[in-house]
């Protein structure tokens, strides 16, 4: 394992200001924004690839355990290094590599933040679609490895549709090239989509080439209200039933309209007992068809429909939506979100059902349960509050989650629409997965047969 | 203990204060953004070693309070640093900088080893007088760096019945900050406050301002100069200026206490402003709070070089109101001359 020795040639690696083994700095690398813990032997900052070639070539032939991390905000402990070892912070790794505009990409290190990515996009009249509620502090590197994805996605996808190529650093720290810059590619196995999605298991992102997308024109916000939940799960069926896709569909619970009048008091939901919030972009004439199709899908179930009436009130509303999981925190002072079973997804048809569940879970554990999530693409995030110093509270809300997520797996569902498996849901992996969990397991063998990189995560 | 555990555990972990931390951004180690430093609250309570690391990354805080600003869950980090480095204190844990502020501070009644007496800049020890409605609180900074801007803001206001107290010391703010117990200076200026019978105290000073008005006991009315300027405009003659300038926020008293217009108001009535690139809620810290400027001069600096970039192009001054923003804001080399608010006033003056 890890001795003196190593660490020292890993400083000749990455400099001795890129390497840290005190005590308090690998307590702060050892947990994301999930229950997971692990604490690594040594945190590394490497700059380039090389220096991530470097050390990862040295950590196999010393048979030493690789996590990669971005920024930490992930929310199953994918970055939690459970065996200990090396934790590589990519977040350094930041830059934008290359502009090629003309081509509708990027080229990107992992490190860059999302919004910073868009930020450098905007001038240039370009985004990255996918939008996380984390989108102001998650990594591309961490968006890629977890396939994340937003309040967008029902209309632009995943963070899967974006990525045209990678540089990856395997096992043995060897560099490949997955894709390339051609919007098509049929040359091979689509390694580029086996690696998105892989949470750092399989091998080291170090580059990524990122398909861009024009901004849109116009934009415009949907608030509609619903006396329950369940009235709003219909209405989403009957909306993306209608033929329209909304660039966004969020449903905000009454908790959860609660949870934002609070954090940000200029915003004065309605409080209903849920809100659906459409967005749909594109040309003048597309929004105004837009709208039109969506109140007249809703009319018949919301209690109140109405359009945001400017682009600032546009943003705030999305700036405290991405925040709003966290925000239900605020609601009690002994009581904080537990992010766990936050991340069921179910076909679209089954929605509404899914919604009943939680109810009645809910009812049976005596635990409320906040629902928010991208309802357009049938993900829900369920988010329990507890008293942390409390066991009871904790037996409940494992218990609770537990049942979340087998009823989502009954419903044809999955324990997971965009967080990731990591190791907070590995355990369900041979549920949802069957066979196919072997197929998992031999590929990460023929790809890393030492099993050091990320070890013990997404159940394989 | 329980009340203190439950603040920490407040915090989701989510990572939003990262992306904000000036402190990280100029770092990039976990343990110097805000979560981290929640962390470590956690990790001692835990039983995490306290060390050298741990004191630096709870120092190292500007307690800037963008952090607890942009928190979605209610969390207060500030607090945890402040009631942490204190903690810790009492046990004998501190940094030499903090060692050094506290014994300065406590035996000389400032932070800056200043031992002639605090009031020299006045003119006449007459205009003190012993009873009035409003106190004048000068600060450790306006006391001795700024006692040519000390002279004329008192000027100004002896006009509108306010005193001084006589035998100021420092607030107590840099203790506050650090993890000090600032009781025996609270209580001399208490003491005389209450003696005076003032019902209002007017500071030039952010730090001051956040501490006299949150720290200190009973409900003192605390007030801003440019507040109290603020509403007195009309009396004052002001020509206009053809100038353009632009604000700096301090943290505490912007973000943490919500004075910004008042400032606003005054610079308006004068001439153009033309604010930062973040400004209001969003304001960049000058990096000097919080005890880095002592403890990390170095860190302190980049904060505030960071904060300079965020200058617009084509303006005349930077406008601040505190001096210990302004100190450090110079230090970091700007481009335009930092002023302080009463400054711009005193150019506008007929
Ligand atoms: C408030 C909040 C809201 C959120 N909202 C959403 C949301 O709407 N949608 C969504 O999808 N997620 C959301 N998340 C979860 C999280 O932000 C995403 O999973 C994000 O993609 C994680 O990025 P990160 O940079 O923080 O990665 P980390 O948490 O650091 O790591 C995540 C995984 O990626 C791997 N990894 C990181 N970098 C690399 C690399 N260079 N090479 C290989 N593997 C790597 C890690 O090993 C780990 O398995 C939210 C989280 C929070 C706290
Ligand atoms: S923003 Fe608040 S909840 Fe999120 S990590 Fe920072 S202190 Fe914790
Ligand atoms: S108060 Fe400022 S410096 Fe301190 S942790 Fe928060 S954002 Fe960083």
Redesign the interface.
Known sequence: MLNVDLIEKMGNIVGTENI?V????L???S???SQIRGMPEV?I?PRTTAQVSDIVRLAYEHNIPVTARG???GLSGGCVPLEGGIVL?M??MNRIVEFDLDNLQVIVEPGI?Q?KLNKALEPYGFFFPPDPG?S???TIGGLIANNGSGMRSVKYGTTRSYVLGLEIVMADGKIIKTGSKTMKTVAGYSLTDLFVGSEGTLGIITQAIIKVRALPKERSVIFASFKTPELAGKAVVKVLSSGIVPSACEILDSNIIRALN??DPKLNLPQAGAILLFEVDGSEAEVKEGINLIVKACEDLASAIRTASDKKERDEIWAARR?????I??LD??R????VGEDVGVPIKEIPKMLHKVDEISKEFDLPIMTYGHIGDGNLHTGMCID??SDEDWMKLNAAADKIHRTAIELGGTVTAEHGVGSARSEYMRLELGSALDVMITIKKALDPKGILNPGKMGV | MEKDLRSILKCVRCGTCRSVCPVFEEAGWESASSRGRMLIALGIHNGLEVDENVLNSLNMCTTCGLCEQMCPSGASPVQVVQDTRRKLMLKGRMTDAQLVLRDETTSKGNPLGETQYRHSWLGDIADIKKHAPYVFFVGCLGSYRYPELTRRTFDLLKKFDVTLIPEEVCCGSPLLRTGSDPDSLVSKNMEQIKKIGAHTIITGCAGCYTTLKNDYPGDLKVIHVSEFLAERLPEMDLKHLDLKVTYHDPCHLGRCNGVFDAPRKIITSICELKEMKSHHEQSRCCGAGGGVLKGYPDLSMALSKKRLEEIPEGVDYLVTSCPLCRTNLQRGGPKVEVIDILDLLKMAMK
């Open positions: 840290s005190a005590s308090c700095e307590y702060c690398y947990s994301d924004a945190v900052k920024a930490g905000t912070d977040s350094g933040v919004e984390s102001a502090m998650c609070n954090y925040l709003a999981g966290a925000a925190s605020r002072p002994v904080t979100r537990v992010y942390m110093l």
